[in-house]
């Protein structure tokens, strides 16, 4: 049974910085390339990174040079670092298998707001 758990997002001012962290569970993680995707209100989800477990990640062009996003193989967790936040960035963020497998967990919401 796959599992997906996101934790660390919150309220930021713009240009701060957040760090999300995803915990997977069930069989995906091991043979799958992962990633960061957000909904904003209204909108609708879009990819923001990907990662493939040799560690080759690729960007949504607005995050690039802003977010990071980084795997650990053994623990079976993706994280995804943002900087230089703005209010745009707001939206709940979700990890997934990339492209996006049907489990979705129940997301973190991220508000860039001063």
């Known amino acids: 049974q796959v599992r997906l758990v996101e934790s660390g997002g919150g309220l930021v001012q713009p240009g701060g910085s957040l760090r999300l962290s995803c915990a997977a569970t069930?069989?995906?993680?091991?043979?799958?390339?992962m990633g960061w995707y957000r909904q904003a209100p209204g909108k609708e989800r879009e990819m923001v990174a990907y990662?493939?477990?040799?560690?080759?990640?690729n960007y949504k062009d607005s995050v690039t040079g802003r977010f990071t996003i980084s795997r650990d193989n053994a623990k079976n967790t993706v994280g995804l670092e943002m900087s230089n936040l703005k209010p745009e960035d707001t939206a709940v963020y979700y990890c997934?298998?990339?492209?996006?497998?049907?489990?979705w967990g129940q997301g973190t919401q991220v508000t860039v707001s001063s």
């Open positions: 997934n298998t990339y492209p996006a497998g049907k489990y």
């Open positions: 990662i493939t477990r040799p560690g080759y990640s």
């Open positions: 069930g069989s995906i993680f091991r043979t799958s390339i």
